[in-house]
């Protein structure tokens, strides 16, 4: 595996490679739920490349930037382990610099649920993204649907743009109680963790609700905003697959979404029916 950390050096040597290339971004702090996307990409194409990058940009300010779970050298064992080709180390001034060019996300889709709590997150994750698949040109990109709403304006990103790659996305992986995998579960206490797991409890309610015919969107989320408690709830969001707020959930064409806070966490999880 070979550890690069200057963009212009990957591109380069990434337009020397013959085949295709997978790409799994991410920030680092590998779990599981990496170790899938990264599998994927392996079956699926002939060079596979990792990106480690925490983005500034994405953070607002007074957020984790600073203290959000840096791991490099259990990373690199990782990636090696999974068979990685290429792992992207840049750091920030490589990736930006001074009054540069960046993207804005969607007005509407991109400042709701999640783009309403961190207004402007959003943009800062295109940028970044856009950069990253500039460098890499990859045949295809993975990313998880726990981050569905990201998942989506990056979809959006790449046909308004018109650009050559396949996103790819992969189902959520979970801890043994259901929990979502994420690198900010390592903030939680136990008894924090423990009251997380309302938020997978909630998401089983509403798929048994919707199992035994109730469709209505408001009744969904009033039982699900009552299981949720302790946790803080930002938002419990009911949307089609165009990320459009529904009534009536319609199966096979919608996504339930829930955000929340345990102890200073932010948490998300969500379910598509
Ligand atoms: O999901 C993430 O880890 C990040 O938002 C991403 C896509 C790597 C961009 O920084």
């Given at each position: 595996m070979r550890v690069v950390h200057s963009p212009l050096a990957l591109q380069k040597l990434l337009k020397e490679e013959q085949g295709s290339i997978g790409f799994v971004p991410t920030m680092g702090a590998l779990h599981l739920g990496h170790r899938t996307l990264i599998d994927a990409a392996k079956k699926a194409n002939d060079i596979v490349v990792v990106s480690i990058f925490v983005n500034p940009t994405q953070f607002l300010e007074g957020e984790d930037l600073d203290a959000y779970p840096r791991k490099e050298e259990a990373d690199k064992k990782v990636c090696e382990l999974s068979g990685v080709d290429y792992l992207f180390y840049p750091d920030a001034a490589s990736m930006y610099g001074n009054d540069e060019v960046s993207l804005n996300a969607p007005n509407v889709r991109g400042y709701i649920m999640e783009g309403s709590s961190r207004p402007g997150h959003f943009s800062g994750v295109l940028t970044v993204v856009n950069k990253l698949l500039n460098i890499v040109t990859p045949t295809r990109a993975y990313f998880g649907k726990k981050d569905a709403q990201q998942l989506m304006l990056i979809e959006t990103m790449v046909a308004n743009l018109f650009m050559n790659v396949e996103i790819v996305p992969m189902d959520t992986v979970r801890e043994k109680e259901g929990l979502a995998m994420s690198s900010?579960?390592?903030?939680?206490s136990e008894q924090e963790r423990t009251e997380s797991l309302n938020i997978i409890k909630s998401l089983h309610i509403a798929t048994q609700l919707v199992m035994k015919g109730e469709l209505s969107a408001s009744q969904i989320k009033d039982e699900m905003i009552g299981i949720l408690e302790p946790l803080e709830v930002e938002y419990v969001t009911i949307v089609n697959r165009s990320f459009e707020p529904i009534e009536v959930v319609e199966i096979g064409n919608t996504i339930i979404l829930v955000e929340a806070i345990s102890g200073t966490t932010r948490l998300l999880d969500n379910i598509w029916i």
């Open positions: 900010r579960n390592a903030y939680l």
